[in-house]
């Protein structure tokens, strides 16, 4: 069974800092990935999606995620944090058809 | 534009007060769900439905049911709400090519 384990509930950071969200992931075949944000009473917005293409992918807003199978994870990064990137953060992972599956979310903190 | 959108945002009711939820998409996507997300739970799907006429049951589905008349339009029924199915509720769509999914704003919803 798909699974997902995003390691940190809270992160917090100040702005103009990087920001490291960490996600594992479990499945027994070649997932497609996903990562999503949801600011505070707002839907979810997809930032960027991994479907065995390149392993490095680029999202909106200056995010990017590494797909390593070995490792089995699918970090969400950026280099500079902005005021406006404080938000929920799931890491999300497909696999049979178009289930998805998340994680438990990550509040992302980011302090002046 | 393309959306999916979902009525009410919010909805207060009570303990056994038949409910509908409606969704709606404008994308011609075959693929529709519906999830609840709950505090340090992500989002877990309820519902899913891979076309017309074609529903089958998620990791919660338990107090509620859907139907899927047109493609567009995927309603969430509980009919008989019990608090515990207090949450915030969003639909997706997609296509079955990949797991791309469209959300809508989200419905919260309290049962009293």
């Known amino acids: 069974a798909q699974s997902v384990t995003q390691l940190d509930s809270h992160v917090s950071v100040s702005e103009g800092t990087p920001v490291l969200l960490r996600c594992n992931y479990s499945?027994?075949?070649?997932?497609?990935l996903f990562w999503y944000v949801q600011h505070p009473n707002k839907g979810l917005q997809l930032l960027l999606k991994?479907?065995?293409?390149?392993?490095l992918v680029k999202g909106i807003n200056g995010f990017e995620a590494e797909f390593k199978k070995s490792e089995t994870s699918f970090h969400l990064t950026k280099p500079s944090a902005h005021m406006s990137d404080a938000a929920e953060y799931f890491c999300v992972v497909s696999q049979y058809g178009n289930k998805l599956v998340f994680g438990a979310g990550t509040i992302l903190r980011v302090k002046s | 534009e393309a959306q999916v959108t979902q009525n009410p945002r919010y909805l207060i009711t009570v303990t056994g007060k038949k409910l509908t939820v409606t969704c709606s998409q404008n994308m011609n996507h075959e693929y529709m769900s519906w999830y609840r997300q709950d505090p340090g739970l992500g989002l877990r799907q309820i519902y899913y439905s891979m076309n017309v006429e074609v529903t089958d049951k998620g990791d919660v589905p338990e107090g509620y049911k859907v139907s899927r008349k047109e493609k567009r339009n995927f309603p969430l029924i509980l009919e008989s709400p019990s608090p515990n199915q207090t949450s915030l509720y969003f639909c997706?769509?997609?296509?079955?090519?990949?797991?791309?999914?469209?959300f809508g704003q989200g419905t919260r919803l309290t049962v009293v």
């Open positions: 997706a769509s997609s296509t079955l090519r990949d797991g791309e999914a469209f």
């Open positions: 499945s027994s075949y070649s997932p497609s």
């Open positions: 991994y479907t065995s293409a390149a392993t």
